[in-house]
């Protein structure tokens, strides 16, 4: 039986518990939606007015020197390196996810064309998951209808390994599916994609921060990240980039802007990529962003000593596993569970969808119902091939046990009271 002295005994045992002091919580709010936005790190406000007052309204242009600024991306992706098992030097956080996403499609693309023997046909096919999270597919999409290939989509990630052919080109995943929290074996993946001749392209935007990601172990070729889910980054914050050194000097990337040229302040009329991920820059990068997701990923430093991504995913499971037994225990046959049991296959969310005993088309307002009760998770629509979800992320950074039973118990009145039935809870906002 899971009760409140069984949560409270494994959160005194718990050695990350320090850690939730780390962040800047609302009073009565417990927090499952650090898969879409991390919470806010105690330290990061000061930090950004330090950059405002001081760096920028006292130093002004100096401080793209004395305060490090035309370095700070790649500060910044070093910080993110170990946590998705790249090397120092290899990462650049810069642009979005999807920008970054284009980058290096266009050069995985580049580096296949050049790879082809002479004299037979180039590869043609993207191989993704129709459930991939769409930002993805769209990027994709765009990227093959300009260069005249074909994105091609499965069903099931059972169907990825048959899929791969001599047309693949690239695989491109998600390592952990949005919608559901499975998570992909990157290394099994990446050899199939490598025995059938196609690159691996990895998004970690659900990975980084929550899970061991191993990106040279697993003998991936690029990937790209969120700098604002689960590193708490703030709204907008800069996404990364990896290339393997394989292939970081192989190809240009197609926006070939002056931060990534060899000699940006030489400003001649002929571009010279650098060497190396400096070359994966476009433009000039938003300082104040960047010194927040600089500040932020210092709660990861400060994991190390407590067991460091390791211990987070221990945690992680273990509060997973225990939100998944407590809804079984206290919401009996009200929901079906999504996300994997399995731990190898699971990111660190759990997501859920209403089964009969509920009336059709409620969890959106069962999500806003728990909101109001200050247990914020969030909602995904489903459509005619899968169903709506109620959606959980789990930082191990900030939760506790006790946090994951009380909101559980907070589910149960929700359906015990029927607050879902509520017309205000009905109301659809722009952002779900």
């Known amino acids: 039986m899971i009760d409140l002295a069984h949560c409270q005994r494994l959160d005194a045992a718990d050695r990350l518990a320090p850690l939730r002091a780390q962040f800047d919580l609302p009073e009565g709010v417990i927090y499952l939606d650090g898969n879409s936005l991390g919470a806010l790190p105690r330290a990061l406000p000061a930090r950004v007015a330090e950059v405002v007052r001081a760096e920028w309204g006292r130093d002004l242009i100096q401080s793209w020197n004395t305060a490090g600024w035309f370095e700070l991306p790649r500060r910044v992706g070093d910080k993110i390196a170990p946590l998705i098992g790249a090397?120092?030097?290899?990462?650049?956080?810069?642009?979005?996810?999807?920008?970054?996403?284009?980058?290096?499609?266009?050069?995985?693309?580049?580096?296949?064309?050049?790879?082809?023997?002479?004299?037979?046909?180039?590869?043609?096919?993207?191989?993704?998951?129709?459930?991939?999270?769409?930002?993805?597919?769209?990027?994709?999409?765009?990227?093959?209808?300009?260069?005249?290939?074909?994105?091609?989509?499965?069903?099931?990630?059972?169907?990825?390994?048959?899929?791969?052919?001599?047309?693949?080109?690239?695989?491109?995943?998600?390592?952990?599916?949005?919608?559901?929290?499975?998570?992909?074996?990157?290394?099994?993946?990446?050899?199939?994609?490598?025995?059938?001749?196609?690159?691996?392209?990895?998004?970690?935007?659900?990975?980084?921060?929550?899970?061991?990601?191993?990106?040279?172990?697993?003998?991936?070729?690029?990937?790209?990240?969120?700098?604002?889910?689960?590193?708490?980054?703030?709204?907008?914050?800069?996404?990364?980039?990896?290339?393997?050194?394989?292939?970081?000097?192989?190809?240009?990337?197609?926006?070939?802007?002056?931060?990534?040229?060899?000699?940006?302040?030489?400003?001649?009329?002929?571009?010279?990529?650098?060497?190396?991920?400096?070359?994966?820059?476009?433009?000039?990068?938003?300082?104040?962003?960047?010194?927040?997701?600089?500040?932020?990923?210092?709660?990861?430093?400060?994991?190390?000593?407590?067991?460091?991504?390791?211990?987070?995913?221990?945690?992680?499971?273990?509060?997973?596993d225990l939100f998944i037994a407590a809804v079984e225990q206290l919401c009996p046959g009200q929901f079906t569970l999504v996300t994997p049991r399995e731990h190898a296959g699971r990111g660190s969310q759990v997501c859920l969808t209403p089964t009969a005993a509920l009336p059709a088309g409620c969890a959106y307002a069962i999500v806003q119902a728990l909101i109001a009760r200050g247990v914020v998770g969030d909602f995904r629509a489903g459509d005619t091939q899968q169903p709506d979800i109620l959606r959980f992320g789990f930082t191990p950074l900030y939760l506790s046990h006790e946090n994951v039973l009380q909101a559980v118990q907070h589910l149960r009145e929700v359906l015990q009271n029927k607050e879902y039935t509520q017309a205000r809870f009905a109301q659809r906002h722009a952002v779900t």
């Open 87 to 320: 090397g120092p030097g290899e990462v650049v956080a810069t642009d979005t996810t999807s920008v970054n996403l284009y980058k290096v499609l266009w050069a995985a693309l580049s580096v296949s064309k050049l790879a082809a023997p002479a004299g037979q046909g180039l590869r043609h096919e993207i191989i993704s998951e129709r459930s991939n999270f769409p930002t993805d597919l769209y990027i994709a999409e765009a990227l093959c209808r300009e260069r005249g290939l074909t994105l091609r989509l499965v069903d099931a990630p059972e169907q990825i390994p048959a899929a791969l052919g001599p047309q693949t080109a690239v695989l491109m995943l998600t390592h952990v599916n949005y919608r559901t929290g499975a998570m992909h074996d990157m290394a099994a993946l990446t050899r199939a994609a490598h025995a059938a001749g196609a690159l691996a392209v990895w998004d970690l935007a659900h990975s980084a921060g929550a899970v061991p990601v191993a990106l040279k172990d697993c003998d991936a070729d690029f990937a790209v990240g969120c700098g604002y889910k689960y590193l708490n980054g703030g709204p907008g914050a800069p996404a990364f980039v990896w290339a393997h050194p394989r292939h970081v000097d192989a190809a240009w990337q197609p926006l070939a802007g002056w931060w990534g040229h060899g000699r940006p302040f030489a400003f001649v009329p002929g571009y010279e990529p650098a060497t190396g991920i400096t070359r994966y820059q476009c433009g000039t990068q938003p300082m104040l962003s960047l010194s927040a997701l600089d500040c932020a990923l210092d709660v990861f430093a400060a994991a190390e000593p407590l067991g460091g991504m390791a211990a987070l995913r221990a945690k992680s499971l273990a509060l997973t």
